[in-house]
Structures are given as C-alpha cells and as structure tokens.
C-alpha cells in the first residue's frame, strides 16, 4: 500500500512540475524584456517552449533586439548572448532549426560575430573529446544543415549573404577537414548566383584566404551597415551594455532637468518590440553613433560611467546639443 502511495505521489509531482514548466508562446512573449536584459534567462524560457514555439520566441527576440536603440557592437553581443542561450534550450531535435532561425533573424552585421563564436565555441569540430566525427560523417551534418538553413532563408531577407554566413561557421568549425569542404557546400547552394559569390567574391576575403580578413563584400552586397568590432562585442556583458545604453541617452539631455526627456529617450525599449517604434526612434537619440572601446580607461568603454555631469576643469564648455534632439519633447 505504502509503495502504491509513493508510486501515485511521485506521478502527481512528476505531472505538476511538467506543468509548471510548460509555457504558451504568448506568456513567453511577456518575457522578452526579461531576456534581453539577462540573456541568460533564455535558455529557462526556451525549454519551457514547444520545438514549434521555439523558433517563433526566438525570432521575436531578435526582431525585439534589432528595433533596440544601441551602438551595433552593443547589439551584436546582445544577439551573441541571447542565441547562444536559446540553441542551448533547444528541444530533442530542434538544434538545426533554431540554428536556421539565428541566421534568417539575426541582422548580416552582427552574424560576421556570431558564425565565428558559434564556430569556435558551440560547434567546433573537436570541443567534445567524446564525439569524434570522420570527414565524411561532418560533411554529411554540414550538408544537412545547410539544406535547413536554405529552407529558412527562401522567405528571409539577403538570403544568399545569410546562407554564406551559414556555411562560413560550418568551414570554420570543421578545422580544415576535409579540405573540400568548402566546395561542397558551394555546390549546394540553390541559387546560381549566390554560388558565384559566395565562391568568388565572399568566402575567400571572410575567411582571410591569400588576403586580410573583411566581410565587406557580404556587408556591401546586404547594405548591413558597419561591420561590429569582434573585441568590443565580446567585451560587453548584458549589465555594462544597459549601463553604456542608459549613459549615452543620459548624456544627450541636460542634466538638469532630466525627469521628462529621460522616460521619453526609454520608449523605444518598450514600444511595440516587434513592428516600429511609436515612441523616440533609436536615430533620433543618436545612441547608434556613440564609439566604442575595448580600453577600461576610456570613456567610450561600455562599462565607464558617463552620465554624471563633467566637472567645469575637465570639460569648461557644455556638450552643443545634437541639432535633432529637442530637450523639451525628449524626442
């Protein structure tokens, strides 16, 4: 009798705790405040999720990161964090398809960052002394992922530059071997002219081949904007990006009086994550073109305190304000 009480308790506790852990997409939603500000989280979040939700939280979170206000290398270490939390949460199964999803949702710019950390740090080749893959075992997982990825994309922006990313994290992480790798996922690729670029004029200059390392060509043919600094992306954890973030819009009001324009320059935070902002745009507060460094002495260093006021000796003329930033409205 007392083994078939133990018996029942266990099954109840075993089915309230699946219940706890279960989630809805909508309540996820409700938490992508919370992610972003402690990417860590994501991975709770993603395995309370279904395979299905999965991928559709975490496109709402990188939608949700790209419309933040922010210098790029700011951003690019946001989406570093938050995806490598949420392919860490993966349901059985799920791994390739969220890996599709960072590359379909993830802006080109901040992928330069994330095939090469992804290369090195989650899917290298050798990082798991346990599993030892031949040539031709790697080749036939790489091959399939990007079948995957390319079925994502077909509906994705810039779908040929985000497919060579793809394939740059998979070449990366193989090590080298086999040493056509590279031309077999070349001869993949769907799009005839695709294949032409990213075999003549993308692979070679992102992987540093017979030249400097750049992804201008891919950034250029994607308009992607700036290329971030692998560095200062790295060097940023989630507590000194939000401090950097709250500095710079502090910094473009008057010091004064900053109980009105300060919640006005925090809206964009917080309205509509996933569509535009109704509130002050991310270019309107000019926190996109604040500069970065990987100097802790700097002021430009994300984690450096700017949004005390300078000292008359350290700095006797005020900062001019930027000419579209009006410190009435804050907007």
Same mark, same amino acid.
């Given at each position: 009798?007392k083994k078939?009480?133990?018996?029942?308790a266990?099954?109840?506790?075993?089915?309230?705790?699946?219940?706890?852990?279960?989630?809805?997409?909508?309540?996820?939603?409700?938490?992508i405040?919370?992610?972003?500000?402690?990417? =860590?989280?994501? +991975?709770?979040?993603? %395995?309370?999720?279904s395979?299905?939700? *999965?991928?559709?939280?975490?496109?709402d979170? @990188? #939608?949700?990161?790209?419309?933040?206000?922010?210098?790029?290398?700011?951003?690019?270490?946001?989406?570093?964090?938050?995806?490598?939390a949420?392919?860490?949460?993966?349901?059985?199964?799920n791994?390739?398809a969220?890996?599709?999803?960072?590359?379909?949702?993830?802006?080109?710019?901040a992928?330069?960052?994330i095939?090469?950390?992804?290369?090195?740090d989650?899917?290298n080749?050798?990082?798991?002394?346990?599993?030892?893959?031949t040539? =031709?075992q790697y +080749?036939?997982?790489? %091959?399939?992922?990007?079948?995957?990825? *390319?079925?994502?994309?077909?509906s994705?922006d @810039? #779908?040929?530059?985000?497919n060579?990313?793809?394939m740059?994290?998979?070449?990366?992480?193989?090590?080298?071997?086999p040493?056509?790798?590279?031309?077999?996922?070349?001869d993949?690729?769907?799009?005839?002219?695709?294949?032409?670029l990213?075999?003549?004029?993308?692979?070679?200059?992102?992987l540093?081949?017979?030249?400097?390392?750049?992804?201008?060509?891919?950034?250029?043919?994607?308009d992607?904007?700036?290329?971030?600094?692998l560095?200062?992306?790295?060097?940023?954890?989630?507590?000194?990006?939000?401090a950097?973030?709250?500095?710079?819009?502090?910094?473009?009001v008057d010091?004064?009086?900053?109980s009105?324009?300060?919640?006005?320059?925090?809206?964009?935070?917080?309205?509509?994550?996933?569509?535009?902002?109704?509130?002050a745009?991310?270019?309107s507060?000019?926190?996109?073109?604040?500069?970065?460094?990987?100097?802790?002495?700097?002021?430009?260093?994300?984690?450096?305190?700017?949004?005390?006021?300078?000292?008359?000796?350290?700095?006797?003329?005020p900062?001019?304000?930027?000419?579209?930033f009006n410190?009435?409205t804050?907007?």
């Amino acid at each position: 009798m007392k083994k078939t009480l133990m018996v029942i308790a266990l099954a109840l506790a075993g089915s309230l705790l699946a219940q706890q852990k279960a989630m809805t997409l909508a309540d996820a939603r409700g938490k992508i405040g919370d992610v972003i500000a402690d990417p =860590a989280s994501m +991975t709770s979040v993603m %395995k309370q999720l279904s395979a299905e939700d *999965q991928t559709a939280f975490l496109a709402d979170v @990188n #939608a949700a990161i790209s419309n933040m206000p922010g210098s790029t290398d700011e951003k690019t270490s946001k989406f570093l964090d938050v995806n490598t939390a949420a392919l860490r949460g993966a349901k059985g199964g799920n791994l390739t398809a969220l890996v599709a999803e960072v590359f379909a949702t993830v802006p080109p710019n901040a992928l330069t960052v994330i095939n090469e950390r992804f290369a090195a740090d989650m899917f290298n080749r050798s990082s798991d002394p346990s599993k030892v893959y031949t040539d =031709a075992q790697y +080749t036939a997982i790489a %091959k399939a992922v990007m079948e995957k990825v *390319q079925d994502r994309n077909a509906s994705a922006d @810039n #779908a040929g530059v985000r497919n060579t990313f793809a394939m740059l994290m998979l070449i990366r992480a193989s090590n080298g071997t086999p040493a056509d790798l590279r031309d077999q996922l070349v001869d993949g690729l769907r799009d005839p002219a695709t294949k032409d670029l990213a075999q003549n004029e993308w692979l070679s200059p992102a992987l540093g081949v017979g030249q400097e390392k750049t992804y201008d060509p891919m950034l250029g043919a994607a308009d992607a904007g700036e290329q971030p600094s692998l560095d200062i992306a790295l060097v940023v954890p989630t507590t000194l990006s939000l401090a950097a973030l709250v500095a710079d819009m502090v910094s473009n009001v008057d010091i004064a009086d900053q109980s009105s324009s300060f919640v006005a320059l925090l809206a964009p935070l917080f309205d509509d994550p996933f569509g535009g902002s109704t509130g002050a745009s991310a270019t309107s507060v000019g926190t996109s073109v604040i500069p970065r460094t990987p100097d802790p002495t700097s002021p430009y260093y994300p984690g450096s305190n700017r949004h005390t006021k300078p000292k008359p000796k350290d700095n006797p003329e005020p900062p001019p304000v930027p000419p579209y930033f009006n410190q009435t409205t804050g907007a």
